[in-house]
């Protein structure tokens, strides 16, 4: 990476337009990658799994599937409220208001539905290896791309070059990761 950039530093002038297009491609690659799709049953099962330990609200449903799936999943609010709706509309689960936000709770019918229950921890990955190499490496070379355009974009020729290095450093430590026997 040092010595292909123009004199000015990375990210100065039109030259490093390009750059910056491949930073976006990295980026955008990433993205596309991070995170699975789950069948709205798998939805469901890890919502009654969540409420049968405490009612809760719709974003701590989605935080904390987040946190037990390790980042591998994070359901959107578009797939989460629905199927709460569904839930209560089933009458196993119910809402109450409390400081503005709608609490959902078991019902005995839904205590009874998670009881009998026969499937695994939908929070359980049958591939945790693969979790991390599918999940957590492309999200933290998202997050590495955009500290890198962001110290591209606001910082100084100085800040610039800085970053440069510990680019150059961090791609020579990857590579020496998968040199190790």
Not at 22 to 30: D, G, I
Not at 75 to 101: C, F, K, M
Not at 108 to 118: L, P, Y
Not at 122 to 136: H, K, V
Request: net charge negative; proline share 3%; glycine share 12%.
């Amino acid at each position: 990476m040092g010595g292909s950039f123009p004199a000015g530093g990375f990210g100065m002038g039109t030259h490093t337009d390009g750059v910056w297009q491949a930073m976006e491609q990295l980026r955008s690659t990433f993205e596309k990658r991070v995170g699975t799709r789950v069948g709205r049953g798998e939805v469901r099962a890890a919502v009654l799994a969540l409420l049968a330990e405490q009612p809760m609200h719709g974003y701590q449903i989605i935080h904390e599937i987040e946190e037990r799936s390790g980042g591998s999943w994070k359901p959107s609010a578009g797939s989460v409220y629905p199927t709460l709706q569904l839930l209560a509309d089933e009458g196993l689960i119910s809402a109450e208001e409390a400081n503005g936000r709608k609490i959902y709770a078991l019902t005995e019918a839904g205590r009874e539905e998670v009881a009998g229950s026969e499937t695994s921890s939908p929070f359980e990955s049958s591939g945790s290896n693969d979790n991390a190499r599918f999940t957590a490496l492309p999200k933290a070379g998202v997050e590495l791309a955009q500290a890198a355009a962001q110290v591209g974009r606001s910082g100084s020729a100085e800040q610039v070059q800085q970053a440069v290095t510990v680019l150059d450093e961090a791609r020579r430590r990857l590579y020496s990761i998968l040199a190790q026997d």
